[in-house]
């Protein structure tokens, strides 16, 4: 059993906390507003990360701790708040109290900034266009500077129950642009909660684990591909193909490379867009 802390218990946060209490752990989620009358088989504790003095009363013998916020906006000073401010007062209240636990930081792919479909890998350059993306650039380095046993998981879009996007957006005769074409990457919820319950795993079973995991799935689809398939699953319109790119095509067209994960063992629940929105479309059609 080990001690383990998840801050930031949002969805993906509270599922893993569930998880790992379900396998016997002593898990402890920390969040801002927590349950008044929890009924988990975990430990909630109140605390803003951004907030020196709501960290004074963490424990200090945490083994292992996952950070899974997100920030309130697509801003600045909401990222500011998460990945500089909260992160430095998470470090400094953990180097006080002597805490010597490892962790594993949920990112994103948005810290890539390849605009013209080409391949990346954990070993790709970092150099996103957005300055909100490059705060967690630096917070990735900062955060495996200070201890070579921290990890860094950068997901892809992530999918699932609540977050139905491309299936709304099926429902609504889409322009799509088609050629040349516009890459999406993705992963299911559930593979997130997964691959961090999987990569702890590995961990206390003393494999060596790698300082960086980039989590998407098996198929980088183009996007003209993916909605022409889920309107012919949905009965719908065929998306319409846009003559130009879209105007967001500069931030996110890529293809994110799994090896460095699949190799180490772990095998994806929605390997693809069609198993993992297939089991989407029943809650659509109800």
């Keep these: 059993m080990a001690k383990i802390l998840i801050i930031g218990c949002g ?8 998880t790992l209490a379900d396998a016997g752990h002593d898990v402890t989620g920390l969040k801002r507003n927590p349950p008044q009358a929890a009924t988990e088989n975990f430990k909630f504790i109140r605390a803003d990360i951004t907030s020196p003095t709501d960290l004074q009363a963490l424990d200090s013998d945490f083994e292992h701790v996952f950070f899974i916020v997100s920030a309130d ?4 000073s909401s990222y500011h708040d998460v990945y500089e401010t909260g ?59 200070h201890n070579p046993t921290n990890v860094v998981v950068r997901f892809s879009g992530i999918y699932g129950a609540g977050r139905e996007y491309l299936l709304r957006s ?10 040349p074409p516009y890459y999406t990457n993705r992963i299911h919820q559930h593979d997130c909660v997964n691959v961090l319950v999987f990569l702890l795993a590995q961990r ?8 960086c995991y980039l989590a998407s799935d098996n198929n980088p689809a ?33 293809r994110c490379r799994n ?10 629940i929605y390997a693809d867009y069609t198993a993992g929105y297939s089991a989407l479309m029943p809650l659509k059609n109800q």
């Design 259 to 268: 090896d460095r994960l699949t190799k180490l063992g772990y095998q994806f």
């Design 87 to 145: 992160l430095n007062n998470l470090l400094n209240q953990f180097t006080k109290s002597h805490c010597q636990a490892a962790w594993i930081f949920v990112s994103s792919t948005s810290v890539y900034g390849q605009t013209q479909g080409e391949w990346v890998d954990e070993n790709s350059i970092t150099l996103p266009s957005k300055s909100t993306s490059l705060k967690i650039v630096a917070a990735e380095q900062k955060l495996m500077a």
């Design 204 to 211: 206390l079973a003393g494999i060596r684990l790698e300082q």
């Design 11 to 18: 969805s993906m946060g509270y599922q893993l906390a569930k």
């Design 222 to 254: 183009p996007l003209w591909e993916v909605m022409s398939w889920m309107t012919g699953q949905l009965n719908c319109t065929p998306p319409t193909a846009k003559i130009t790119a879209p105007d967001h095509a500069s931030d996110m067209n890529k």
């Design 73 to 76: 906006g697509r801003n600045d």
């Design 170 to 179: 099926a429902q609504q005769s889409p322009l799509i642009q088609q050629s």
